[in-house]
């Protein structure tokens, strides 16, 4: 066990430095799991493509409560959560057997066992990065013009990567030495889709339920996405300073956590 707990810029220092292994692996794990098919990649995005698809035609007939004014902002108030919750359950269901997944490498080779967090990432965000500038196309259609707060997307998003990160490190160590880990999430899974504000805002729900929304760490990301594509403005001070302080403190401590508890879980493997 590492007894020095690093700190925040040794996580990215670490990514920085396995930069090329990161990209090469995740390459080769999406042309692996889509070898053969006639579409390729295309199925990165093909699902939640279609639900946006269908959620554009079927609103078009009647103008929903959230928002009377133009129903093709219903979509696009949808999924400017629904592309994060798409990477938070991917990452969070396949966090606790990523160590066990990877035993016969990670105990015969000097690999960089927290390289594999950082792949999962990259895989995941590829398609929702692709969904991220289809839905900025869509915002601008929407909107008439670009909100100008369009450039602090990628600040949202990349905090929203480092929670994801320092969450997945956690998980990850912790699904070695309980097995059942990946089942009780999967069981949750659901109650965090309600959980998680897609289909309404916090400010759709009572005053007494919503700061418990604010739980989930998806709400800060998804409510500063809103504010920007949506409703055309800069995200809220309360949601931006939520979504950075969630960003730094999850990474730093995830980071921390699995670093100092790496040896002891492969040795457990």
């Known amino acids: 066990m590492d007894k020095k707990f690093p700190g925040f810029f040794a996580g990215l220092a670490s990514a920085w430095r396995h930069r090329e292994l990161v990209v090469r692996l995740t390459m080769g794990e999406l042309f692996s799991a889509y070898r053969g098919s006639l579409f390729g990649w295309f199925w990165l995005v093909a699902g ?3 639900l946006l698809a269908f959620y554009s035609v079927s609103t078009a007939s009647f103008a929903p409560s959230t928002n009377k004014s133009d129903y093709l902002a219903y979509p696009l108030f949808i999924f400017c959560g629904l592309i994060y919750f798409q990477t938070f359950s991917e990452l969070l269901l396949r966090a606790p057997s990523m160590l066990a997944g990877h035993v016969q490498m990670l105990k015969k080779t000097m690999f960089p066992t927290e390289a594999l967090a950082w792949i999962a990432l990259v895989r995941s965000s590829i398609s929702t990065l692709i969904l991220l500038g289809i839905l900025v196309s869509f915002s601008i259609v929407v909107r008439g013009h670009p909100a100008p707060a369009i450039v602090l997307l990628p600040i949202i ?3 929203f990567c ?3 990160l320092g969450m997945v490190w956690v998980l990850s160590i912790i699904g070695v030495f309980v097995r059942d880990l990946s089942y009780f999430i999967a069981s949750i899974m659901p109650a965090l889709l309600l959980a998680t504000p897609l289909f309404y805002s916090p400010a759709d729900v009572s005053e007494g339920i919503r700061p418990l929304l604010y739980l989930n760490p998806l709400t800060f990301y ?8 949506v409703r055309g403005d800069f995200p809220s001070w309360p949601n931006l300073a939520g979504a950075l302080t969630l960003a730094v403190i999850t990474f730093r401590l995830g980071y921390g956590f699995f670093i100092y508890t790496r040896h002891r879980a ?4």
């Open 48 to 50: 939640p493509l279609g």
């Open 157 to 159: 998003f990349g905090s």
């Open 162 to 164: 480092l929670t994801m």
């Open 222 to 229: 998804i409510e500063a996405t809103r504010d920007i594509l």
């Open 266 to 269: 492969v040795d457990a493997l």
